[in-house]
């Protein structure tokens, strides 16, 4: 339906429809200050494409700033629109330095892990560099509390316009390159339980459930 409206609207129509969604918006409607979960059907939509009149726009800045603050809000490492309501190709990325403390020399090792500055893509495109596959487990804050083994290719170019509707260009490897399909596949109604292999699916707590009696309460909101 987002998709039909862009389409059929003027800019001026879409700047009136999207201010809509931030100012003085009831706290139940995009864009959310949480992380949609699976189920939701927007995360089963293929994204619209941001219209080029608006990339600049008051709107779309706003958008991007949310969904910057969301992404650091619940600790994730990327985040695409559809996952805060919106479905439009929008996707930011973050690997910070202080991760590196969650993790053995050995695994950030094995992983290619590096820090990614915060990055930026509007209309994003994808491209293959690197067509060796390697499988990792994954999860994904919009299927709070599992992770499963996924398949990613090794390297990828991403291609598109950052905040300030630049043409930019960013070749990743390793678990960089594993964020970026990972929000790409959000911008086009794929979720990572999709492309898992079946027999990973794992519950992150289950020892926790055991210990504790079955006790054990999944947060999706964060202060």
């Known amino acids: 339906m987002l998709l039909r409206h862009l389409q059929t609207r003027s800019i001026s129509t ?10 003085s918006k009831p706290s139940n409607e995009p864009p959310f200050g949480h992380v949609t979960q699976i189920g939701d059907p927007v995360l089963r939509q293929t994204a619209a494409l941001v219209p080029a009149e608006a990339v600049n726009s008051p709107e779309v800045k706003y958008l991007v700033k949310h969904m910057v603050h969301v992404m650091r809000k619940y600790d994730c490492v ?11 190709k929008i996707l930011v990325m973050e690997f910070e330095d202080r991760l590196k403390k969650y993790y053995t020399n ?6 290619e892990m ?9 209309n994003p495109e ?7 596959k390697l499988s990792f487990p994954e999860s994904c804050a919009s299927v709070k509390g599992y992770s499963g083994e996924v398949p990613r290719y090794a390297g990828v170019l991403l291609s ?18 594993r964020i970026a399909q990972h ?41």
């Not at 695409?80 to 919106?86: D, K, L, R």
């Not at 590096?114 to 509007?122: A, D, Q, R, S």
């Not at 990572?192 to 210990?211: G, I, L, Q, S």
């Open 14 to 23: 879409f700047g009136r429809w999207y201010r809509k969604l931030w100012q």
């Open 78 to 88: 990327g985040l695409a629109a559809p996952q805060i309501g919106i479905s439009l």
């Open 106 to 111: 050995a695994e950030y090792k094995i992983k």
């Open 114 to 122: 590096e820090t990614l500055p915060l990055t930026v893509f509007i």
């Open 126 to 132: 994808m491209k293959v560099t690197n067509y060796e």
């Open 160 to 177: 598109g316009l950052d905040e300030n509707g630049q043409s930019r260009e960013l070749d990743l490897k390793g678990w960089n390159a």
């Open 183 to 223: 929000e790409m596949d959000h911008l086009n109604g794929v979720v990572y339980t999709d492309v898992m292999k079946r027999d990973t699916f794992t519950c992150t707590c289950w020892h926790a459930v055991n210990e504790n009696h079955g006790r054990v309460r999944i947060s999706f909101h964060q202060k």
